[in-house]
């Protein structure tokens, strides 16, 4: 009975050491997937047992979890709020409350950066300790993809509709569906299946019910950006649309080529005419001079010569 009491004794000494002064209110490891410029809270509620109320003896630490060492971030010690030697961080973090020792040791981080991407601790102590650690990972939106076809879109010809978007966080996913309608989103008609690439989408054996708008969304964690591709169904042998221009080029040109062709034969044949042919002007020479013998000799009269010269007009 002695050692019964002895024990019974030693438990009533030990009680005050076996309450939880220190409670921190929140579950497990906490994992946050985020945008690079955002900002977030880290929250770190607690509660104190009623006799351990007050900030006096009360230590609040964030540390950045490393592999291979820990650095304190800002810390809450003798009512006084101190920051660590991190560059840059000073400026972007701060604690929620006026007071942490108003049982909210949340901090908040602004403007996140890729090199935030970390495991950050908060640890209470008053008469005992507590934890909660938070692991970030500060990630980038997809780009904007581009959108493209890789073949001619004939009846029962085979395309592939082809989605890209280049770099930024991984892992993404591509998603295609076709644009209007009453279908629902996602929908694809029959004939469609997941290309050669991550981004692509084949479509077999083309008829009218391809024809239209597709739409490629590209997403991950944080984010997501779209782009889309229109197909017009043709019959064989249709140029298409996009072969009007030429078309339409090639016979302009044919048609100029013709006018100046017509244009310099035209001009050789008026510049020869000038050159080889006169009008027929009639013309009268008449030695009229007094006393011009002629020299016609003996025969002729002596009183004047008469010659008539004239000029046959050019034949059309």
């Given at each position: 009975?002695?050692?019964?009491?002895?024990?019974?004794?030693?438990?009533?000494?030990?009680?005050?050491?076996?309450?939880?002064?220190?409670?921190?209110?929140?579950?497990?490891?906490?994992?946050?997937?985020?945008?690079?410029?955002?900002?977030?809270?880290?929250?770190?509620?607690?509660?104190?047992?009623?006799?351990?109320?007050?900030?006096?003896?009360?230590?609040?630490?964030?540390?950045?979890?490393?592999?291979?060492?820990?650095?304190?971030?800002?810390?809450?010690?003798?009512?006084?709020?101190?920051?660590?030697?991190?560059?840059?961080?000073?400026?972007?973090?701060?604690?929620?409350?006026?007071?942490?020792?108003?049982?909210?040791?949340?901090?908040?981080?602004?403007?996140?950066?890729?090199?935030?991407?970390?495991?950050?601790?908060?640890?209470?102590?008053?008469?005992?300790?507590?934890?909660?650690?938070?692991?970030?990972?500060?990630?980038?939106?997809?780009?904007?993809?581009?959108?493209?076809?890789?073949?001619?879109?004939?009846?029962?010809?085979?395309?592939?509709?082809?989605?890209?978007?280049?770099?930024?966080?991984?892992?993404?996913?591509?998603?295609?569906?076709?644009?209007?309608?009453?279908?629902?989103?996602?929908?694809?008609?029959?004939?469609?299946?997941?290309?050669?690439?991550?981004?692509?989408?084949?479509?077999?054996?083309?008829?009218?019910?391809?024809?239209?708008?597709?739409?490629?969304?590209?997403?991950?964690?944080?984010?997501?950006?779209?782009?889309?591709?229109?197909?017009?169904?043709?019959?064989?042998?249709?140029?298409?649309?996009?072969?009007?221009?030429?078309?339409v080029g090639s016979v302009?040109?044919?048609?100029?080529?013709?006018?100046?062709?017509?244009?310099?034969?035209?001009?050789?044949?008026?510049?020869?005419?000038?050159?080889?042919?006169?009008?027929?002007?009639?013309?009268?020479?008449?030695?009229?001079?007094?006393?011009?013998?002629?020299r016609g000799g003996p025969?002729?009269?002596?009183?004047?010569?008469?010659?008539?010269?004239?000029?046959?007009?050019?034949?059309?």
């Amino acid at each position: 009975m002695a050692g019964r009491g002895t024990v019974q004794l030693l438990l009533l000494s030990l009680m005050p050491a076996l309450l939880v002064a220190v409670r921190i209110n929140a579950k497990g490891q906490q994992m946050l997937y985020l945008t690079q410029g955002d900002s977030v809270k880290l929250g770190c509620p607690y509660v104190l047992e009623p006799e351990d109320n007050g900030p006096e003896h009360l230590d609040i630490m964030w540390t950045l979890l490393n592999s291979d060492h820990r650095q304190p971030l800002l810390t809450y010690q003798g009512q006084q709020v101190r920051y660590g030697s991190i560059p840059g961080l000073q400026q972007r973090l701060q604690f929620v409350a006026e007071d942490p020792s108003l049982h909210d040791a949340s901090v908040y981080l602004a403007n996140l950066q890729p090199s935030d991407s970390a495991s950050y601790e908060c640890r209470v102590k008053k008469t005992t300790v507590d934890t909660h650690i938070i692991t970030i990972k500060v990630l980038e939106g997809p780009a904007a993809p581009q959108c493209w076809v890789d073949g001619e879109p004939v009846i029962d010809q085979d395309i592939v509709l082809r989605c890209y978007s280049d770099g930024r966080t991984l892992p993404i996913s591509y998603q295609w569906s076709k644009v209007g309608g009453e279908s629902a989103a996602g929908w694809l008609p029959t004939g469609t299946l997941q290309g050669p690439g991550p981004g692509d989408l084949t479509i077999k054996s083309l008829s009218q019910e391809h024809s239209g708008t597709y739409c490629c969304r590209v997403s991950n964690r944080v984010g997501s950006s779209q782009c889309m591709v229109h197909i017009a169904v043709s019959q064989p042998g249709y140029s298409g649309p996009k072969n009007v221009g030429i078309i339409v080029g090639s016979v302009l040109g044919a048609l100029f080529l013709l006018i100046l062709l017509l244009s310099l034969l035209w001009a050789l044949l008026w510049y020869c005419r000038r050159r080889h042919c006169h009008p027929g002007v009639p013309l009268d020479i008449r030695d009229s001079a007094a006393g011009t013998p002629c020299r016609g000799g003996p025969l002729h009269s002596c009183h004047g010569c008469s010659h008539n010269v004239s000029y046959t007009p050019c034949q059309k």
